[in-house]
């Protein structure tokens, strides 16, 4: 602020710097509950799935991705954000885990025709719409820091994905609203869906590589499901 021939500069305080960094408060800040519910499901779709495309008993997974979860869950909301990313990576990476083993469980299965056309077609379905939800659980986690970063500076667009309101300017965002825009679960559900459904980027592109590998990683699996499992199922009826 300038007074007369003076500028009063506001002093870089760790006071300051605790206000400029830490989260914000309100409707502004990414809810979490969407990432959760997508965990449910995705447990659910989990157990219903034959026996023969599971891993041991049919209860343990399940048991151990909401023992990740739920205490993720709750270092969440006592502000122990370090354990929450903790357990939240490895909930994400053991459901990552039990799709890529269920995919290579029921390609292994296609030949021994013991699932019917109709447990084929409800497999490939579960296993598709968890491969979304599994892979928007990964972007939501990894871009720009994840949700506890984002929500430290809204509307960061230093991420690995590029969305189209990043490039908006200011007075546009301004003008509808969105000035303080930044993605959340439900604008990363929607890139899954897209990669699953059309095997590229659509309105959201990747910036960095490691972006660009889960997608093809996704791309492939949706691949995989979709033109071998449910056309295989289509044949035998």
């Known amino acids: 602020m300038r007074l007369g021939h003076y500028t009063i500069v506001a002093k870089d305080t760790p006071e ?26 995705a447990v659910g779709l989990y157990t219903g799935l034959p026996e023969a495309l599971t891993m041991g008993p049919h209860w343990l997974f399940p048991v151990l991705v909401l023992a990740l979860s739920i205490p993720g869950l709750v270092f969440y909301h006592t502000g122990k954000h370090r354990l929450n990313t903790v357990f939240g990576f490895s909930a994400d990476g053991l459901l990552t885990f039990g ?14 025709g013991k699932q019917t056309p109709e447990q084929l077609l409800l497999s490939a379905a579960s296993l598709w719409i968890t491969n979304i939800l599994v892979f928007a659980l990964w972007y939501g986690r990894l871009d720009a820091g994840g949700p506890y970063q984002r929500d430290k500076v809204p509307g960061n667009s230093e991420g690995a994905f590029l969305f189209p309101q990043m490039t908006l300017s200011k007075e546009a965002l ?3 609203g969105q000035q303080n825009w930044s993605p959340n679960f439900v604008d990363y559900l929607f890139l899954a869906f897209n990669t699953s459904t059309a095997f590229s980027p659509t309105d959201v592109l990747a910036l960095a590589r490691w972006a660009k590998i889960l997608m093809m990683l996704q791309s492939l699996l949706s691949l995989l499901i979709i033109a071998l499992l449910a056309a295989r199922a289509v044949n035998i009826l």
């Open 16 to 41: 300051t710097r605790r206000r400029e960094e830490s989260p914000i408060e309100g409707p502004d800040r990414e809810p979490r509950w969407p990432a959760f519910i997508a965990i449910l499901a």
């Open 99 to 112: 799709l890529i083993m269920s995919v290579i469980l029921l390609i292994k299965a296609l030949p021994t």
């Open 174 to 176: 301004r003008e509808s």
